[in-house]
């Protein structure tokens, strides 16, 4: 399938901002005491970036990670919260084309099939034919467009505070907390919205190392990255066509993606539905929450056929 290019994002000095975005991958790395492989693919949007743990061994389930908006796949190891899938695993992480990250800047409308037929085209170039596929809030957008693409490539699909079951909340609270660092983009307002949108303190939290980290990339992002990337949409009767399992895991203290309406419309809206989990403690950046890490690793380890 051809897919048109529709909007272009850009950092605004690029030699200078991707040299930044790597010291700021060196300092993860140095954190969580491990590296990540480096994968570039070509695609009809241009260069993706990919990075990658034990890619090499085939033997092991191959889990793909698309990210939220205004976040790196890299979050999702923060203080190296991918061991909590508590097994062994090929984990890509994505860096979706359009968001602040080393991918090309190139997108797709996201209204239309193209941004699943980007990652199938994504799954060739990674030469994998079929694998678990995650995604957090724009991330599960992505994830739910996949299925629809090409189902046969989907083993599963984890949904974490998916940006495609409700529209994007438009509660007072959610507002400000979400408007105040664009229209502020300063440390101050970063922590702020963290505190109250991101995390729920002290159940859902990150160490302090690793909250500075993500700090400093919101306020990279905010100030160095132009976004025209179109934000995530409620699908609605798109997802009456999944035909893969998905599983819906929720924080109950989302202030964007609300979970009640989350859960509801999924259950009411796909098909394939096989399990809800509600992390009641958890703000939006479920995908820092090593519980709900672990539950796609069970559910994964539990899915595996056994052979004698």
Known sequence: MSIPIFRTSYFKDPLHDHAWFAKWVAALEALNDRSYERIEVQTALGKTQVWGL?????????LVVFPGARTSALFWDIDRGLDSLEGKFRVYLVETNGLPNPSDGNTPDIRTPHYGAWAAELLDGLQLENAYVAGASFG????????????????????????????????????????????FPYRKSVQAFLDRAIFCKPHHQVSRAGEELIVKYELFALNRFVDRTQKPYHMNGELGQVRV?????????????????????????????KDVMLFEQVGHGIETYGKAIGAIGRIIRRRIPITI
Not at 166 to 183: D, T
Not at 251 to 271: E, H, K, M, T, Y
């Open 245 to 273: 399992d998905t599983y819906l895991l929720v924080g109950g203290r989302d202030l964007l993606f609300p979970a009640g309406i989350s859960i509801n419309q999924a259950v009411n809206s796909i098909p394939t539905l």
């Open 54 to 62: 034990q890619t090499q061994n085939t033997s092991l389930e191959a």
């Open 140 to 183: 599960g957008l992505v994830c739910m467009k996949l299925c629809l693409a090409a189902p046969q490539r989907v083993k599963a699909a984890f949904l974490l505070n998916p940006g495609c079951l409700q529209p994007f909340s438009l509660s007072i609270k959610n507002l400000y907390y979400n408007l105040l660092p664009i229209v």
